[in-house]
């Protein structure tokens, strides 16, 4: 079995669920997952989570929320980050700017589309200290609910010239992780700078960590 294989069996579940109907195009594909465009209840965005096909070493070092088997082969751990993620949104979208997770199978979560949205990475923004001040405030709501991003950057925060979110989830960690300070730092850390070296914006971390925190 290889991914194509488990990324099939995922979609057949989720396509006899009722979840998704169709398959549109190809959004993106990186190291750790495929997302593709489809229709279910409205459109949908299908994120294929792909974890394992580098050692297991290396995945454990880059994403500590693994657990920490002997072995972990990359069916389950493919699983157990689409679990991840699919927890993280159901427990944040009410609250956070995040897709609503409808459906997971397998390695597969189904969430609604961001209609028009793009990474800030590829955005030249209008507003830039609205979308800083609407992060930090969705970073912080997230983190008083107990969940950690690990991986915020100007690639998983989408906007549509209206909205912020914040995407791509599934390393998030709890405040009581023994890591959980130093992740948060560096979320912070990534998006003052950011946004810093972009637009000018003179935000100081410590400030906007204990904002987050509350
Ligand atoms: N709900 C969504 N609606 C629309 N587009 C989405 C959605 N979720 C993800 N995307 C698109 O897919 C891209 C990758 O998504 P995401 O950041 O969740 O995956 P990833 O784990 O970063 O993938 P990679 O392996 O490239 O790191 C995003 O940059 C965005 O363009
Ligand atoms: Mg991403």
């Given amino acids: 079995m290889v991914f194509t294989g488990f990324d099939a069996l995922a979609l057949h579940g989720a396509v006899r669920k009722g979840s998704v109907t169709s398959l549109g195009c190809l959004l993106g594909v990186g190291k750790e997952a495929a997302v593709y465009e489809a229709m279910g209840m409205g459109v949908v965005a299908l994120k294929f989570h792909r974890i394992g096909q580098q050692s297991f070493q290396t995945v454990r070092r880059s994403r500590s929320y693994m657990p920490q088997y002997k072995h972990f082969p990359w069916i389950f751990a493919s699983s157990y980050s689409a679990r991840q993620e699919y927890d993280a949104l159901t427990a944040l979208h009410a609250e956070v ?95 003052c700078t950011y946004f810093s070296r972009k637009y000018r914006i003179d935000a100081q971390v410590e400030e906007i960590h204990a904002q987050v925190v509350g």
């Fill in 97 to 191: 700017s995040v897709p609503v997770p409808v459906d997971i199978n397998r390695n597969l979560i189904v969430m609604t589309f961001i209609h028009g949205g793009v990474p800030i990475a590829q955005a030249t923004l209008e507003n830039p200290d609205d979308v800083f001040a609407e992060v930090v405030e969705n970073i912080s709501k997230a983190y008083l609910l107990g969940y950690i991003h690990g991986d915020l950057s100007e690639f998983n925060i989408m906007v549509d010239g209206k909205n912020v979110w914040v995407i791509d989830w599934p390393q998030w960690v709890e405040p009581s992780h023994p890591a959980a300070e130093e992740i948060l730092q560096r979320d912070i850390t990534n998006l």
